[in-house]
């Protein structure tokens, strides 16, 4: 069982940036690929970003390459995602997950983290 604690989201002009992290119980965290994910009002949760177990690879969905940086520490048991020049279309409800393959089939779910970006 792992539990996960988004932390981090706010209220930010566009252009700016945004630091979200996320806490994880247990102590198997580096066998879990994790996974940023957000939920926009009025629309389906959409994958943004992941990471594997050991750090090494990466990967992010069109709309935020460039812009978003999704890195973890193993030893800490956190994953963060750095978010740069924001814009209102990346307001939504953040979540954070831990899965054992980065593209598909996330297990556990944290509570979630707003993020707003204002024009």
């Given at each position: 069982q792992v539990q996960?604690?988004?932390?981090?989201g706010g209220l930010v002009q566009a252009g700016g940036s945004l630091r979200?992290?996320?806490?994880?119980?247990?102590?198997?965290?580096?066998?879990?690929?994790?996974?940023?994910?957000?939920?926009?009002?009025?629309?389906?949760?959409?994958?943004?970003?992941a990471i594997n177990g050991g750090g090494n690879s990466a990967y992010n969905q069109d709309s935020v390459k460039g812009r978003f940086?999704?890195?973890?520490?193993?030893?800490?048991?956190?994953?963060?995602?750095?978010?740069n020049?924001?814009?209102?279309?990346?307001?939504?409800?953040?979540?954070?997950?831990?899965?054992?393959?980065m593209t598909r089939d996330y297990n556990y779910w944290g509570q979630g983290t707003q993020v707003t970006v204002s024009s």
């Open positions: 996960l604690v988004e932390s981090g979200l992290s996320c806490a994880a119980s247990g102590r198997t965290f580096s066998r879990y690929a994790m996974g940023w994910f957000r939920q926009a009002p009025g629309k389906e949760r959409e994958f943004v970003a940086t999704i890195s973890r520490d193993n030893a800490k048991a956190t994953v963060h995602l750095q978010m020049n924001l814009k209102p279309e990346d307001t939504a409800v953040y979540y954070c997950a831990a899965g054992y393959y």
